[in-house]
């Protein structure tokens, strides 16, 4: 955090003033403006787990503690070299981890279907000189390509729509169109509840043994899968019928997707 912000800070949670949110309201968009001009184009420096980012003022407030758990178990699994697929790539926090691990001779692709996400996206990877090795793809990934309705302005949690909620039309792609012929070492999918239609345009992929990955990591959302007709068992099982075992981050076998997690799938008999 650079002197401005912690000055800021200080004046904020100062004792005569902490409670008074009037003022600091009124003062709040000179301030943002100010670190826009200072550090727009360069990004405010966070060690985002231990990880120095560049950060764009509009995000400052990511937490530098950011998801330990699953952030560990996803870049324990990325070799220098790797060709690495995220779908749902938010604003780049992995995206930027993932390329840093992978090294000049490695590989990112980010899908990123939500306008605003995608563009802090691009501007993170350009703070972060590693778009030598990242395509940053504004498009959602699905079980067929086209057009589809999607939920934007949340954020994290946007997501494709089913029914009344949808604001926006965003392009789809399948993976299996999007990475023919292309070899993938590991695959991130965070997409709030549409992560059996990923994996269900990732057929081909997923059943070749050249090109397959060693590694899924899946963010399962239990709560929004009746949208979109999933169930714990199509999930486990279309896992399966490619070969992968489904795990959770301790590294225990996945029978039943109960509540909100990850799902770190290797290949069945895969210990590398």
């Known amino acids: 955090m650079n002197l401005v912000e912690r000055l800021a800070r200080g004046v904020r949670h100062a004792p005569l003033l902490r409670n008074v949110a009037p003022l600091w309201g009124s003062v709040r968009p000179t301030y943002d403006a100010l670190l826009e001009v200072l550090w727009g184009r360069t990004g405010l420096e966070r060690r985002v ?4 980012i560049q950060i764009s003022p509009r995000h400052r407030n990511v937490p ?3 998801e330990p758990a699953t952030w560990r178990a996803a870049l324990d699994q990325v070799r220098p070299g790797d060709a690495i697929v995220e779908v749902g790539a938010h604003i780049g926090l992995y995206t930027i981890a993932f390329a840093r691990r992978v090294g000049p001779a490695g590989t990112v692709m980010a899908f990123e279907p939500e306008p605003a996400n995608l563009a802090a996206l691009r501007l993170h990877l350009r703070m972060n000189a590693v778009e030598d090795r990242v395509v940053a793809v504004g498009a959602a990934v699905s079980d067929r390509p086209g057009l589809i309705g999607f939920a934007s ?5 946007s997501r494709i729509a089913r029914g009344h909620d949808r604001s926006v039309t965003v392009p ?3 993976l299996d169109a999007a990475l023919e012929g292309r070899r993938v070492d590991g695959l991130k999918v965070d997409v709030e509840g549409a992560e059996l239609l990923v994996l269900r345009g990732a057929r081909a992929l997923l059943a070749d043994p050249s090109r397959r990955p060693r590694w899924l990591l899946v963010e399962v959302h239990p709560f929004a899968w009746e949208a979109f007709e999933t169930t714990s068992d199509l999930l486990v099982a279309e896992l399966a019928r490619h070969g992968y075992d489904a795990r959770g981050l301790d590294d225990r076998i996945v029978e039943r997707i109960t509540g909100y997690g ?5 290949r069945s008999g895969f210990s590398g």
């Open 49 to 52: 787990n231990e990880l120095p």
């Open 64 to 66: 530098e503690e950011y």
């Open 153 to 157: 302005g949340r954020g994290s949690e």
């Open 172 to 174: 789809a792609v399948t």
């Open 262 to 266: 990850w799902v770190l799938a290797r």
